[in-house]
């Protein structure tokens, strides 16, 4: 219980504490821009930051619209395919049905036969906007050898070729629907991306880079108002010097020229008196 309630007491400090230590280093961050040297080389270096950094956002924003549009085609296009899917595959596995109770039981024939793969796929990039998404196209659809080509010569040749014709369409839409979704978590990943640098440009760096602006040009002011004030009290005291001096030197001019006999001994008559006696 002792523990816990140490523990308590701990944690309840360490509570009260980063609240404070949490401030102080949202402010030492939000001013670490800002603590750099007022000079006039550090406002033309953070010019032409804050210009870099508009022209990036601005590239950055057209290339998010550009993966936005292509982003919202690419959804229609793939919502479409999966409507049609469920359709496509149905009508692919009913003419199977069909074949086979036309044909009979070929199946144990299609694994008995050297299978050599009717369908061929290949894969390339399209750039969009500078990201590479990946498409697939099929390049070789063959028809199937090891003899089965004869399933269906005794019967029921029509319905498996028309079962054929089907699964081949529906394997074009497969690779397609692939190929497109393949792309779109691409895509989604690149504007993400895109997105999260836009929003640090606009909502973070550029505004960092402005403040840091203008406490360099409050600094540059300030300095400038304060060499204005020190030169303008300096020339006030040479004035000032300037003026005392002649008037001290007036003064000279217009005084009347003091006698030596005078000015030797203030004493003289008095020393002459007799003395007085009580």
């Given at each position: ?125 399209d750039n969009v906007a500078g990201v590479r998404l990946p498409v697939f196209n099929i390049y070789n659809a063959t028809e199937g050898g090891g003899g089965l ?42 504007l993400k991306i895109t997105n999260r640098r836009v929003n640090a440009l606009e909502n973070v760096t550029i505004p960092r880079i402005e403040d840091t602006l ?18 303008k009290k300096l020339q006030s005291k040479k004035e000032e010097a300037a003026k005392a001096e002649e008037e001290k030197e007036k003064a000279e001019a217009h ?24």
């Open positions: 219980r002792a523990r816990n309630a140490d523990a308590g007491v701990g944690g309840s400090s360490a509570s009260r504490k980063p609240s404070l230590v949490g401030l102080r280093r949202r402010a030492r961050r939000d001013m670490g821009d800002q603590q750099v040297a007022p000079t006039r080389m550090a406002m033309q270096t953070y010019k032409s930051k804050k210009t870099a950094a508009n022209k990036g956002f601005k590239l950055l924003k057209k290339k998010s619209d550009a993966l936005k549009v292509r982003f919202r085609d690419m959804a229609k296009r793939i919502a479409e395919l999966k409507a049609n899917m469920a359709e496509e595959s149905s009508e692919a596995f009913f003419s199977l049905t069909q074949a086979q109770y036309a044909a009979g039981n070929f199946k144990t024939a299609v694994l008995e036969g050297n299978c050599v793969a009717s369908v061929r796929i290949n894969t390339r990039e080509e004869n399933i269906g010569l005794g019967g029921g040749g029509r319905q498996v070729q028309q079962s054929r014709e089907k699964f081949k369409e529906f394997m074009q839409k497969m690779v397609n629907l692939a190929s497109m979704q393949t792309s779109f978590a691409t895509l989604d990943e690149a203008s406490y360099i040009t409050r600094e540059l002011d300030e300095l400038e108002r304060e060499e204005f004030t020190r030169l005084a009347p020229p003091q006698n030596d006999q005078e000015q030797g001994n203030m004493l003289g008559e008095y020393e002459q008196d007799d003395d007085v006696v009580f």
